[in-house]
Nanobody
Framework: QVQLVESGGGLVQPGGSLRLSCAAS????????MGWYRQAPGKQRELVAR????????IYVDSVKGRFTISRDNAKNTLYLQMSSLKPEDTAVYYC?????????WGQGTQVTVSS
């Protein structure tokens, strides 16, 4: 069974930066389009960035475009999300998973809080 372990979250001031990591144990990580999702309190989980298996194409939701960068290292089975110019509305628990739902179980996520 694949396990997804997210890390790198924390408390940051508006305008700050964070780099999230997601380590996948087992599974065929390099064959899947992967995504970063987030869930804010009282809201549904949303997909904010996705990247193709080879890393050649990345797509972002408009609210993070130009501020977030998704990348992956298939040799390390690891997905990254570089976040900059963070805003209070970016506060959420961030998760990684395949874009096609239901393949792998969700990890515990990593909390990102943007506040002064």
């Amino acid at each position: 069974q694949v396990q997804l372990v997210e890390s790198g979250g924390g408390l940051v001031q508006p305008g700050g930066s964070l780099r999230l990591s997601c380590a996948a144990s087992g599974g065929m990580f390099s064959t899947y389009t992967m995504g970063w999702y987030r869930q804010a309190p009282g809201k549904q989980r949303e997909l904010v960035a996705r990247i193709t298996p080879g890393g050649g194409t990345a797509i972002y939701v408009d609210s993070v475009k130009g501020r977030f960068t998704i990348s992956r290292d298939n040799a390390k089975n690891t997905l990254y999300l570089q976040m900059s110019s963070l805003k209070p509305e970016d506060t959420a628990v961030y998760y990684c998973n395949t874009v096609v739902q239901g393949i792998w179980p969700w990890g515990q996520g990593t909390q990102v809080t943007v506040s002064s």
